[in-house]
Structure formats: structure tokens, C-alpha cells
């Protein structure tokens, strides 16, 4: 099933584009490495982001076990996080972090071309 941001967004290159990329703290570098340790199978986590919620678009993360020549992989402290190139422009220089908000735990994505989120922080828009 695609996505439905691929059905708007032409085909881009690595090799035409340059991005400030994504960033990792190291809270997040340790939660995606103990995740690896649980499963060995995982390579990393993906990153990526469909049309959703009251602000337009939503953040999905999924175990990566296979790699993907359509992505660009980050690195810290070897923990991989992976995006799909059709994701970049939405997301690009976001830093993912690891963080405690009351009793739960969860991965918090600090993205820089955010302008508006929706009050529950499902969703956001640029």
C-alpha cells in the first residue's frame, strides 16, 4: 500500500539534494539499541510521516530488517535511523529524542519545520 504523500511528490535523488538530516540524541540512540538487543533481526528504526490528524500530517516509526535503496540512514552512537527519501522535505532537521512525560515513555520528535501541532501532539503541519 503507498503512502498517500508519495502519490504528490515527484521522484527525488540522493544524489540532486542535499539535507541537514536528522539527529539522534543520546536517549533516543539507546532506546532504538536496546530494541536492536531484543530482537537481532532489527537493523534500526524508520521514520516516516502520512497525512493524519487535525494539524495534516503524523509521525510513523517501524523496525527496519531489510534496507531500503529509497531511504537515507542516520547514525549515533550506532543506533540507525532510517527515513524514506519521500519524507525529507517534511522532516528534515528534525532531532529524535527519547523522553519520560508523567508514567510513560516515548520517542519525541523536535522538527524545526513544524508550524502548527495539534493540541494532542498526534499530528502537525508545515
Known amino acids: 500500500m503507498k503512502n498517500d504523500i508519495t502519490k504528490n511528490i515527484h521522484y527525488i535523488s540522493k544524489k540532486h539534494v542535499s539535507w541537514n538530516g536528522l539527529t539522534l540524541t543520546d536517549a533516543a540512540a539507546q532506546q532504538i539499541l536496546h530494541l536492536k538487543n531484543k530482537d537481532p533481526n532489527i537493523l ?12 495534516g500530517f503524523t509521525y510513523l516509526m517501524d523496525k527496519v530488517i531489510s534496507l531500503d535503496d529509497n531511504s537515507l540512514m542516520y547514525e549515533h552512537n550506532g543506533a540507525k535511523l532510517f527515513v524514506p527519501l519521500y519524507a525529507m522535505p517534511f522532516i528534515d532537521g528534525t532531532e529524535l529524542d527519547y523522553v519520560r512525560e508523567g508514567l510513560n515513555y ?4 523536535n522538527n524545526p519545520q513544524a508550524q502548527h501541532s495539534c493540541g494532542c501532539g498526534e499530528s502537525f503541519s508545515i
Not at 516515548?106 to 520528535?109: A, G, I, S, V, Y
Open 44 to 55: 534500526g528504526l524508520k521514520v516516516t510521516i502520512k497525512k493524519s490528524g487535525c494539524a
Open 106 to 109: 516515548m520517542f519525541k520528535f
